[in-house]
């Protein structure tokens, strides 16, 4: 398995600022990814984040509203920019294992107020 | 992303009951099918997975059931606990996607004592 850690564990945010989210893993990993959780909903993903090469976003998601840094094969940081109530959400890094098995921090929990 | 359809969105269940999960999906490329697992303040875990060349895949109290034809599988929680009370997700992803997943919409599981 891996263990992933987040920073921070939540934050209550001011509208229009922004908030770097850390993601640090126990192993080398290829691939990682950010998924984004609104209350009481599922996941979705919001970006592809590979080491060496920019971030692939998925639809309704940009790169000036959230900024991805892959450094090397253990860390990355997603950064939601110029926040607002609606960016209130669990946001989840996540690492996987043989193309398969995906494994999960315990996310990021952001209030925008 | 393609669509995966999770139903029902919250189920209620007996201690000692079955519950039952339902899930479908649209992208016949679509190849591996995990559930996870998810507790309130946590990420989500895997629980169990199958891919399409079999049909039914168990792993103790919990099983898969995949009908391949129709694009539906299933999660069966047999001796249904109070500990299993959580929020259970189906995924569905490629293997040359590697563990970028599409959710399903999620199941909120109650299991009264």
């Known amino acids: 398995s891996a263990v992933i850690s987040q920073k921070p564990s939540r934050d209550i945010c001011q509208r229009g600022t922004s908030l770097t989210i850390q993601c640090q893993v126990d192993s080398q990993v290829t691939m990682m990814f950010w998924y984004r959780q609104q209350p009481g909903q599922s996941l979705t993903l919001i970006a592809t984040?590979?080491?060496?090469?920019?971030?692939?976003?998925e639809s309704g998601f940009v790169i000036d509203k959230f900024p991805i840094s892959r450094p090397n094969l253990t860390f990355s940081t997603l950064t939601v920019s110029n926040m607002s109530p609606e960016d209130s959400s669990i946001y989840l890094c996540?690492?996987?294992?043989?193309?398969?098995?995906?494994?999960f921090g315990q996310g990021t929990r952001l209030t925008v107020v | 992303q393609q669509q995966v359809k999770q139903s029902p969105q919250s189920l209620i269940v007996q201690k000692g009951g079955i519950s039952i999960i339902n899930c479908a999906y649209e992208?016949?490329?679509?190849?591996?099918f995990p559930w996870y697992q998810q507790f309130p303040g946590k990420g989500p875990a895997l629980l169990i997975a199958?891919?399409?060349?079999?049909s039914e895949k168990k792993e103790g109290r919990f099983t898969i059931s995949f009908n391949k034809s129709a694009k539906q599988f299933s999660l069966h929680i047999m001796d249904s606990q109070p500990g299993d009370s959580a929020t259970y997700f189906c995924?569905?992803?490629?293997?040359?996607?590697?563990?970028?997943?599409?959710f399903g919409g999620g199941t909120r599981l109650m299991v009264k004592p």
């Open positions: 996540s690492v996987g294992r043989d193309f398969t098995e995906a494994f």
């Open positions: 995924a569905a992803t490629m293997g040359d996607a590697g563990n970028m997943l599409t």
């Open positions: 984040a590979n080491q060496g090469s920019e971030a692939t976003y």
């Open positions: 992208n016949t490329a679509f190849d591996y």
């Open positions: 199958i891919r399409p060349d079999v």
